[in-house]
């Protein structure tokens, strides 16, 4: 089973904001969600290196600034559709 | 790995929180990322009170960020049943909290605490600028380094019983000199050595004060691999992402045997995991197990358990064979590197395994919780992860040649001190298998104990045996007669009263040495020498050693000039097996209280003759 850029970073959201993946949308940001603070986006980004295998950016984790641009940046920087 | 989780999420609102405890665990063995950390650490939250966990603090001073492991660390030790409460102090205030008394790190009241300093930051001047650094130099920064530590390290004890992990430092991935700097004899990747050696010396003049090898992990994980420059810099987080859980999993290594969380035997498994292959089908010639390939996994996977010995770790074997089948590989094939006297208990045949591992704890008189079961059948580690939720069930990768890892890695059979008979320990439980399968092939107890070759040495109290003498009147419970607890102190005063006589007991037999098994206390009065104390170890009991000090006993007191032995019986719930001993040995019942029975013998009348199956051995006049 694939799954899309945007259903994996919702799916670690999920994981570490402790909300139904359900919830979550291409909107959803730190405005939306009150448990992403800056410790939390930390781990955020710790978690998509760890789970991409990549290395993210000062540049790119500044771009981080919702879950739809996080799916949009991921899906750039990696070479095909993640597996 | 979606659904898992709604099932523990349906399992949690159900009230089912054994069963979503599995399944959290299951998903944790699966999946060890932060993503499934988050979710674990969160639902565990939710059931913690429901769970049997046992609750443990723990502070982390650091120079550096550490925040984002500690998730990772948290899933773990719920797994291992542990509830962990994490403080951690502020950047770089580490010197202070430990120094300053009123700190918040002792106000926190923790259990263990974790000092994990960068080799930059406390040593900045070996780190960053050691090409400008005289030699004289590079060992004062050294020295001033090390004397910190030491000075860290005495204080903190000064304040807290609490155990103290120390990171020791990291080299640097490419040193100042380039590859000079294994040419030269003040160096850069010496003079950090020294700091470590100077760190590990100052732990072990403390109690309970650990090192953390931070330097081993990282080289083991590669330089490289480890540090992420572009975190350091803009989040103060230096190592990379995919290596947290590598650093988590070196503090569950400390935090197992810290909170007890330690299996005391591992039970393997034989077709396909101890050899490769099936005994059965493939026979001698046909199953693996030599220095080539495939064979060499199954050595190495035998080389740990052999190392695991040496730690005090029981083997046992559990193990649907033909017991024929399975003994004549365990005996005579040659790349065996484990042979039978390896194993305290064996459960070859076609039972339940559950079953079997009941019976292998009851044997080694150990709780189910205190096992490890390795099988390379997933099914077989199912069913018993079911039935026996207690077990330690290790997750055996799918390649044989990874087995060795992953039982070097498991947090379980980790321990942080070791004694002189937690080395010997398998070799006394295998001695007295042997013992037990002896005795069965005998017609009479008479002629297994001309067998066993017993020789029984009786000595007075010694400085080197004071504690073992003390220590056996503290915990023998089952043939002991008055079951007295007595301190070391205690006992050296009555040693010294001429009336007493403290006694013990060493006894050896063809099998090996069963060390100091036994202790007689006595004190004669007016005629009449009273036993106080009679007590022998379970190891020794129903091979007539009691009969022998017995023997002893009546001996010097009839020696003494006394008339009568007498002793009292005062029953336990424990001493069952002790209840008979004086009618057995023909004392005569003198008066029966609520406490006990007191029994008396008649010197001048009768003797207790020595079994003339064991050599006897008296000691004396060798005090001090």
């Known amino acids: ?83 | 790995m979606l659904d898992l989780r709604k099932e523990v999420d349906a399992l949690i609102s159900s009230g089912s929180v054994e069963a979503a405890n599995l399944r959290l665990a299951e998903l944790w063995r699966n999946e060890s990322s932060a993503a499934s950390a988050a979710f674990l650490t969160s639902r565990y939250e939710q059931i913690r009170d429901k769970l049997p966990l046992r609750p443990y603090r723990i502070v982390f001073l650091r120079s550096f960020t550490v925040e984002p492991a500690i998730p990772l660390l948290r899933a773990s030790a719920f797994v291992n049943g542990i509830d962990l409460t994490v403080h951690i102090g502020d950047f770089n205030a580490y010197a202070q909290e430990v120094l300053d008394q009123d700190s918040s790190l002792y106000k926190f009241a923790p259990d263990a605490v974790v000092l994990t300093v960068r080799t930059a930051d406390v040593a900045p001047d070996l780190w960053q600028t050691f090409a400008d650094l005289s030699a004289e130099e590079a060992a004062q920064a050294s020295r001033r380094v090390s004397n910190s530590f030491t000075q860290w390290i005495r204080a903190f004890r000064e304040r807290s019983q609490a155990a103290l992990i120390v990171h020791n430092l990291e080299q640097p991935a490419r040193p100042a000199c380039g590859i000079f700097d294994a040419q030269s004899e003040s160096s850069q990747a010496g003079a950090i050595r020294q700091i470590n050696d100077e760190i590990r010396r100052a732990a072990a003049e403390q109690r309970g004060v650990y090192v953390l090898d931070y330097d081993a992990l990282v080289a083991r994980q590669g330089r490289l691999r480890w540090k992420d420059e572009r975190k350091w810099l803009t989040a103060r987080m230096p190592i990379a992402a995919d290596q947290l859980l590598s650093l988590s999993r070196e503090w569950m290594r400390f935090l197992a045997p810290l909170t007890g969380r330690i299996a005391k035997a591992l039970v393997v498994d034989l077709d396909n995991t101890l050899w490769g292959g099936i005994i059965g089908e493939d026979g001698m010639t046909g199953i693996k197990c030599d220095a080539e390939y495939p064979g060499a996994a199954y050595q190495a996977l035998q080389r740990v358990m052999l190392d695991l010995s040496k730690r005090g770790i029981l083997l046992a074997i559990c193990s649907k064979n033909n017991l024929d089948d399975a003994m004549e590989a365990l005996n005579n094939h040659p790349g065996m590197m484990l042979r039978p006297k390896h194993f305290a208990a064996m459960r070859i045949n076609w039972s339940d395994k559950a079953q079997n591992l009941r019976e292998i704890a009851s044997e080694l008189n150990i709780g189910i919780d205190s096992l490890a079961f390795v099988d390379d059948n997933p099914v077989e580690r199912e069913q018993i992860r079911a039935a026996l939720p207690e077990v330690m069930v290790i997750e055996l990768p799918d390649d044989p040649l990874e087995y060795a890892a992953t039982l070097r890695e498991c947090p379980a059979f980790e321990r942080l001190t070791l004694s002189a008979e937690d080395q010997q320990r398998t070799a006394l439980y295998a001695e007295q298998r042997e013992r037990a399968e002896a005795e069965q092939s005998f017609q009479s107890k008479e002629d297994f104990y001309r067998f066993l070759e017993q020789e029984a040495e009786i000595a007075p109290v010694l400085p080197a045996t004071l504690a073992r003498i003390a220590q056996l009147t503290q915990k023998t419970n089952q043939f002991n007669l008055t079951t007295r607890r007595y301190t070391e102190q205690q006992i050296a005063d009555m040693a010294e009263r001429p009336a007493w006589q403290v006694t013990s007991i060493r006894v050896r037999d063809r099998f090996g040495d069963h060390g100091l098994v036994g202790v007689a206390i006595t004190h004669d009065e007016d005629g009449v020498c009273e036993i106080d104390t009679f007590l022998l170890s379970c190891r020794v009991i129903g091979r007539t050693v009691e009969t022998a000090l017995l023997s002893y006993l009546a001996d010097g007191a009839a020696a003494r000039g006394c008339r009568q032995l007498i002793g009292w019986f005062l029953p336990t719930k424990k001493n069952v097996p002790a209840k008979d001993f004086y009618a057995q040995h023909e004392f005569q019942l003198d008066q029966q209280t609520s406490n006990g029975s007191c029994w008396s013998f008649d010197l001048q009348r009768q003797t207790i003759p020595c079994p003339d199956w064991i050599k006897l051995n008296v000691l004396t006049g060798v005090h001090n």
């Open chain 1, 1 to 83: 089973m694939t799954s899309t850029a945007f259903e994996q970073v919702r799916a670690i959201a999920s994981d570490l904001f402790a909300i139904p993946a359900e919830e979550i949308t291409t909107d959803s940001s730190p405005e939306t969600i009150k448990t992403w603070d800056s410790i939390q986006h930390l781990s955020l980004v710790l978690a998509l290196e760890e789970k991409f295998q990549l290395q993210l950016s000062p540049d790119e984790i500044e771009q981080m600034t919702s879950v739809g641009a996080i799916a949009r940046l991921l899906e750039n920087k990696l070479p095909t559709a993640p597996k």
